[in-house]
């Protein structure tokens, strides 16, 4: 079994911040990629941020700039630092990872958190 728990969201005025954290448990043997995605009503899924157990990051273009994901393997953790959010930026954010477990250490699946809401207003 494998849990993703992210935590962090909430309620913040444009041109705030907000910094989500999630952390990986469970029999994890090897996580690839964790990222961040988000959904707003309305619309499909979207890649917000990434980053790879290299530390090679990606981002949506709507995003450069003023946000910045990181990861700390040892805890099996990524964050997503949000600055400069924008009402459009609302959405609930969901940390994905793409993992291998112990008892089938080759495969490798992906993995969702159940989503954290963040909600900018104007």
């Known amino acids: 079994q494998v849990q993703l728990v992210e935590s962090g969201g909430g309620l913040v005025q444009a041109g705030g911040s907000l910094r989500l954290s999630c952390a990986a448990s469970g029999s994890i043997f090897d996580i690839d990629t964790m990222g961040w995605y988000r959904q707003a009503p309305g619309k499909q899924r979207e890649l917000v941020a990434d980053?790879?157990?290299?530390?090679?990051?990606n981002y949506a273009d709507s995003v450069k700039g003023r946000f910045t994901v990181s990861r700390d393997s040892a805890e099996n953790t990524v964050y997503l630092q949000m600055n400069s959010l924008k009402p459009e930026d609302t959405a609930v954010y969901y940390c994905?990872?793409?993992?291998?477990?112990?008892?089938?250490?080759?495969?490798?699946?992906?993995?969702w958190g159940q989503g954290t809401q963040v909600t900018v207003s104007s």
């Open positions: 980053i790879t157990g290299g530390d090679s990051t």
């Open positions: 994905n990872a793409f993992l291998s477990v112990v008892s089938d250490y080759s495969k490798y699946g992906t993995y």
